[in-house]
């Protein structure tokens, strides 16, 4: 052997010893084991002391009281010179969440293998690409240990719980951030500002042959060059590569009745997600959603083979997604008009390779009825149509600023955690706004993450001048978090802060009458308004059932005086149009 041959072996004997030494307990066990949060983040730090491209820092708070943790790393780029200054300006970054759900741990061990073996330089990239790893998110959920609260799942044989320390489904947080960790989380965000965001999942739906779904953010949803880039060119080159992997992928599967074969509709990732959240700030967001029911094994492995894709994939294209981002964040500024609903379109139709099993149905041993089941002696392969393009359903037009009394501090807070520039009168001011009166909602009936969310919201909006108080905020827009903005504070977008039960407050009328003091009133007040007489007519002449009633008619008269209080109903987020 020669001398330069023997040098060789022995750096590769070298390397691997020391490799050897950064063993997850997911590999340490033969695929049964998923990391626990201490021995997650103690792996970590020893990769961070030891490596100077890892680094491990801590973030905020979260309701089981610990910080949240932040693993940073960057691949070198194997085309990148120092004298390339373009290139080195143009590093995009990735965002990786794990565990928000901690029953669904595959991306934790995912993540420790990809950022070890960067470390060590066996994953690398053409160009330098920033990762940044949130390693496990919910921390409450994760400490909460055992292996039956996912009855559907095949392992790992210990792993967290869905809630975190509030109970909190954590990914439904990300508007209305009851938890600390969404707050946290908000904060990492805007300080990274990723261009692509991974958040690691598993189902827990139908029975099929593939071993991961993606769930990406809907394209025309996230709209703009982003969304035109992701639909025509990042995602189909993320589904090519998983194929030649031998992982092939499907979108997130989105049917429940057992038979495919008419088809099914994008997921709508509505902000309250965090790829919906991730969206309204012009990232490129997807949701990998391994299948429960295979091996644990095969879940992880596939979860770090989409790892290393999306990672490849983003160092090619990395100067058209920093570009297209800085495009999008320009258009979410100066955009005089936003969608807030959509819906599908029924008249565009994609499809999809769907590899799954024949559902049957069987009768239960345990019910003795008949039950849904899926035949694995039976597979099959089918062209799927997928209903993967989205019209909008309202568009509502940009105002100068909003106005937004300085009382709805919870709603503020949000605001400025999401990076929303907002000031503050210096002195008592009346100005002309446009005012917003809720006409109609519908409250749910039963609790949903702690709120009692409305859906069905119309509105009216009227002129008015309306004094607001030193300290009270103006929001002036004109800046990329517009889009946020906008999606919040119209009361019939989606996700709003109304729909999410942050002004309430408005909908009880604090003040009231007594039928025998206001009847007194009324008879005066008609006596010299005969256009408020000639309405209470027209008004029993339409209705009956009003007519034949006291505190009906009374009601109406007093809601058309000066004695009924403005703020009732009077959505108080205001508009300078």
């Given at each position: 052997m020669t001398l330069s041959r023997y040098v060789f072996v022995l750096f590769l004997?070298?390397?691997?010893?020391?490799?050897?030494?950064?063993i997850t307990p997911f590999e340490a066990t033969d695929s049964q084991a998923t990391s626990t949060y201490g021995q997650c983040i103690k792996f970590y730090e020893n990769l961070a002391k030891n490596f100077k491209n890892v680094s491990v820092k801590t973030f905020g708070s979260t309701d089981a009281g610990y910080p949240l943790h932040i693993i940073e790393t960057q691949t070198l780029g194997t085309q990148t010179t120092k004298?390339?200054?373009?290139?080195?300006?143009?590093?995009?970054?990735?965002?990786?969440?794990?565990?928000?759900?901690?029953?669904?741990?595959?991306?934790?061990?995912?993540?420790?293998?990809?950022?070890?073996?960067?470390?060590?330089?066996?994953?690398?990239?053409?160009t330098p690409v920033k990762i940044v790893i949130i390693p496990i998110y919910n921390i409450g959920g994760s400490l909460n240990r055992s292996g039956v609260s996912r009855v559907n799942q095949n392992g790992p044989i210990s792993y967290g719980f869905r809630g975190n320390a509030q109970n909190l489904d954590l990914n439904r947080d990300f508007i209305k951030a009851d938890s600390r960790e969404a707050i946290t989380f908000t904060q990492i965000f805007h300080t990274y500002k990723p261009h692509v965001f991974i958040d690691n999942h598993v189902s827990d739906g139908a029975d099929y042959q593939?071993?991961?779904?993606?769930?990406?953010?809907?394209?025309?949803?996230?709209?703009?060059?982003v969304g035109e880039f992701?639909?025509?060119?990042?995602?189909?080159?993320?589904?090519?590569?998983?194929?030649?992997?031998n992982f092939p992928l499907v979108p997130y599967v989105n049917f429940e009745d057992g038979s495919p074969e008419t088809g099914?509709?994008?997921?709508?990732?509505?902000?309250?997600?965090?790829?919906?959240?991730?969206?309204?700030?012009?990232?490129?967001?997807?949701?990998?959603?391994?299948?429960?029911?295979?091996?644990?094994?095969?879940?992880?492995?596939?979860?770090?083979?989409?790892?290393?894709?999306?990672?490849?994939?983003?160092?090619?294209?990395?100067?058209t997604i920093v570009?297209?981002?800085?495009?999008?964040?320009?258009?979410?500024?100066?955009?005089?008009?936003?969608?807030?609903?959509?819906k599908v379109d029924?008249?565009?139709?994609?499809?999809?390779?769907?590899?799954?099993?024949?559902?049957?149905?069987?009768?239960?041993?345990?019910?003795?009825?008949?039950?849904?089941?899926?035949?694995?002696?039976?597979?099959?392969?089918?062209?799927?149509?997928?209903?993967?393009?989205?019209?909008?359903?309202?568009?509502?037009?940009?105002?100068?600023?909003?106005?937004?009394?300085?009382?709805?501090?919870?709603?503020?807070?949000?605001?400025?955690?999401?990076?929303v520039p907002v000031l503050r009168f210096a002195n008592d001011t009346v100005v002309w706004v446009q005012c917003t009166r809720i006409k109609q909602y519908k409250p749910a009936t039963r609790p949903y993450e702690k709120h009692f969310k409305h859906s069905q919201i119309t509105t009216e909006t009227y002129y008015d001048s309306v004094l607001f108080l030193k300290g009270d905020y103006?929001?002036?827009?004109?800046?990329?978090?517009?889009?946020?903005?906008?999606?919040?504070?119209?009361?019939?977008?989606?996700?709003?802060y109304f729909a999410w039960n942050f002004f309430d407050a408005i909908l009880q009328q604090k003040e009231g009458f007594a039928n025998y003091r206001w009847n007194d009133v009324a008879e005066q007040l008609l006596a010299s308004n005969p256009t408020l007489l000639q309405q209470l007519e027209a008004k029993r002449a339409a209705d009956p059932a009003f007519a034949a009633s006291n505190d009906a008619q009374l009601d109406f008269l007093y809601k058309k005086s000066p004695y009924y209080e403005k703020v009732h109903l009077r959505y108080p987020v205001f508009q300078v149009r």
């Open positions: 004997l070298i390397v691997g010893s020391a490799h050897a030494q950064y004298k390339n200054s373009k290139v080195l300006q143009a590093i995009p970054t990735i965002l990786i969440n794990n565990a928000i759900h901690p029953g669904e741990p595959d991306g934790v061990d995912a993540s420790m293998m990809l950022v070890r073996d960067i470390a060590f330089g066996k994953i690398n990239t053409p593939h071993v991961m779904t993606l769930l990406t953010t809907q394209h025309n949803k996230l709209g703009g060059p992701l639909h025509q060119t990042f995602e189909p080159a993320i589904y090519a590569s998983m194929k030649q992997k099914w509709q994008a997921f709508f990732d509505g902000p309250r997600y965090s790829s919906g959240f991730a969206a309204l700030h012009g990232a490129l967001a997807f949701v990998p959603e391994t299948h429960m029911l295979k091996p644990f094994k095969d879940r992880v492995l596939a979860t770090f083979e989409l790892l290393k894709t999306i990672l490849q994939q983003t160092s090619h294209h990395a100067k570009q297209n981002k800085a495009l999008q964040q320009l258009q979410m500024a100066t955009a005089t008009q936003y969608p807030i609903s959509w029924s008249t565009r139709v994609d499809s999809v390779v769907f590899m799954g099993y024949k559902a049957e149905t069987k009768v239960s041993k345990a019910t003795l009825l008949p039950i849904l089941s899926y035949n694995h002696t039976k597979p099959f392969t089918k062209t799927i149509p997928f209903y993967n393009y989205l019209v909008t359903k309202e568009v509502v037009n940009k105002p100068k600023q909003f106005i937004i009394p300085q009382g709805w501090h919870a709603v503020l807070q949000r605001l400025q955690a999401n990076g103006y929001l002036p827009l004109g800046h990329s978090t517009d889009r946020f903005v906008m999606e919040t504070l119209t009361p019939q977008a989606d996700d709003s």
